[in-house]
């Protein structure tokens, strides 16, 4: 499944959101410059590993001694590639504006980045021992997702489903599409215990599993106290709104 548009518009200009596009888009510029010696370098300085966490010893013997706990934070403004870069940015476009717009600016700044500490967390608490940087902005991505679901349950989500050669394009409702969205990833997290990165995919699941239930207990510890009853496809909810300045889009 792959989401093209959401029913629900912005009523300001999601400034934070684009700053987080920009940053990621920023960075992996200055990635592109890089051989292939300081990728690896940058990659294991500023991505999470597990095993740097955890065991010093072996972070002192490969010349990292550090224990990098600023990269629960750095790591997710990094990218493995641009189709890595370019799905994360899409999915936090599409997701991000709307959650921004609920929580405020400065709440949701503070969400985003917690949401992708909790995700670096959980991934090394389920794989403390694996020398394989933690990259990306999926972890934190996965916990907009998760407040999206709590504050959007009936939006509909505008999706592209490829059956063979023939695109599908069907509306679901965000509480079907996350749904499905995060068994996968439990169910992908559960498949991938005790394999090698290389065997599981090279995807960090569990930092998806743990950015989404993060974003779930987040987004009520950060909603401000304002409700009002907004018109539209998830009419039937309650959301908290901040001041509106203005409309976009």
Not at 56 to 81: I, K
Request: charged share 10%; net charge neutral; proline share 8%.
């Amino acid at each position: 499944m792959f989401p093209l548009r959401d029913g629900i518009p912005s009523r300001r200009l999601p400034i934070v959101t684009l700053g987080l596009i920009a940053a990621n888009v920023a960075v992996f510029l200055y990635q592109l410059t890089l051989a292939e010696d300081g990728l690896r370098t940058l990659f294991y300085l500023f991505g999470v590993v597990p095993a740097r966490l955890s065991d010093p010893a072996w972070a002192a013997d490969v010349g990292y001694a550090s224990p990098g706990w600023f990269s629960f934070l750095s790591s997710t403004f990094l990218h493995g590639g641009f189709l890595h870069l370019a799905f994360n940015m899409w999915t936090l476009w599409i997701f991000g504006d709307n959650v921004e717009d609920r929580l405020g600016r400065v709440r949701f700044a503070v969400f985003y980045l917690a949401s992708g500490v909790a995700a670096g967390v959980v991934q090394w608490g389920t794989d403390p021992a694996s020398t394989v940087p933690t990259i990306g902005a999926s972890g934190a991505i996965a916990g907009v997702l998760g407040a999206y679901l709590l504050l959007y349950p009936h939006a509909r989500i505008l999706t592209l489903i490829p059956i063979v050669f023939y695109p599908l394009f069907v509306h679901i409702p965000a509480m079907a599409y996350l749904g499905i969205w995060f068994l996968l990833q439990l169910g992908s997290g559960i498949q991938a215990f005790g394999q090698a990165a290389g065997e599981a995919g090279g995807i960090a699941w569990w930092a998806h599993v743990g950015g989404f239930l993060a974003g779930l207990v987040l987004v009520k510890v950060l909603l401000p106290p304002e409700a009002e009853q907004l018109p539209g496809p998830a009419r039937h909810f309650l959301y908290p709104v901040p001041p509106a300045r203005g409309h976009w889009r």
